[in-house]
């Protein structure tokens, strides 16, 4: 059966507006691209944005005061992604919101037409049908390249054109998209802060699914996203994607791979996968970036503070 793009029944957006408060992490943000996520935005009445001591924070302020709808958090330091999500997630508390969603979007993420409104209303399908719903999301297309990645179930990635569900279950969930029922995220107690970045979501996920919580994915919702500075593409048995990431970035790549890998509620299939990748990544970013010493560097540091426990920002 040929996948459908077109939704079984036309959805009313005045739930998803009062019911899903997005979240929005910022670090130096391109104010321009910023600036076409929170546009998106713009009709919901409740909007967090949490900003982890940004250099360019007079821009970033004075975008923010445009819109109404958008309650911000400026933060002198910057304390991850992790921490920062569970701050903005507490703003919501201090409220007393019981029964919403929570949206976590990157600062570099722009959710296209209907995307968040389908999130929604698929979560309600499946809480309706007595799913434990831990997190839904949207399929990603990366900026730079155009490139859509799909959703892994079972260890193995699946296409558009390999799907026939509207939505279906998967391993896991990119952060940014993430649509979350909020007591799921107070019952696991949000992230481990001390991740600081990357791996962030993968651990909630398999936490979630360790407590019986279900992952879904949907390619009716999409997200044009940023998976790093750029993408590459390579040939490993058919043609793959890597986003080319900032050699800091491997540093907490590798350290948290490390910490994963220590974790019982993390499945053996995972473990086993994630250590082809690391190698994969040691030996193209270690051989052919023009910054391999840099990468490689970074690399060795954070698998020896995976080894040695040490966690949070990376020290020096």
């Not at 703003?91 to 389908?118: G, H, T, Y």
């Not at 909630?204 to 999409?222: H, I, K, Q």
Request: net charge positive; glycine share 6%.
């Amino acid at each position: 059966m040929v996948f459908s793009m077109f939704l079984e029944k036309e959805f009313e957006m005045c739930d998803s507006l009062k019911y899903v408060v997005p979240i929005i992490v910022t670090y130096n943000p391109d104010i321009k691209r910023l600036g076409y996520l929170i546009k998106s935005l713009v009709l919901f009445e409740d909007v967090k944005l949490i900003d982890n001591g940004s250099k360019n924070i007079e821009s970033l302020k004075k975008l923010c005061l445009q819109y109404k709808n958008i309650e911000t958090l400026f933060l002198e330091m910057n304390c991850g992604l992790a921490d920062a999500q569970n701050q903005a997630v507490n703003l919501i508390e201090a409220k007393k919101r019981n029964n919403v969603f929570v949206l976590l979007l990157d600062q570099d993420s722009v959710p296209e037409d209907k995307c968040i409104d389908v999130l929604y209303n698929y979560a309600i399908q499946l809480k309706a049908q007595g799913v434990r719903l831990g997190v839904i999301g949207p399929a990603l297309v990366d900026t730079y390249s155009d490139s859509k990645f799909g959703f892994i179930r079972d260890n193995r990635r699946f296409y558009l054109d390999e799907v026939t569900a509207s939505f279906f279950e998967c391993d896991g969930i990119n952060s940014s998209g993430s649509l979350i029922p909020l007591g799921v995220w107070q019952e696991l107690r949000g992230n481990k802060k001390e991740l600081f970045i990357d791996h962030v979501e993968t651990d909630w996920c398999f936490r979630a699914r360790a407590a019986g919580y279900r992952c879904y994915g949907t390619f009716n919702a999409v997200l044009s996203h940023s998976m790093g500075e750029s993408t590459l593409r390579y040939w490993l048995f058919g043609w793959k994607s890597m986003p080319d990431r900032a050699p800091e970035r491997h540093y907490y790549l590798f350290r948290n791979s490390v910490f994963l890998q220590k974790q019982k509620y993390v499945p053996g299939r995972w473990k086993s996968k994630n250590i082809l990748k690391l190698l994969l990544t040691l030996g193209y970013f270690g051989v052919f970036h023009r910054q391999r010493v840099k990468h490689i560097s970074n690399m060795h540091t954070g698998f020896i503070d995976g080894i040695t426990n040490r966690q949070g920002a990376k020290k020096g």
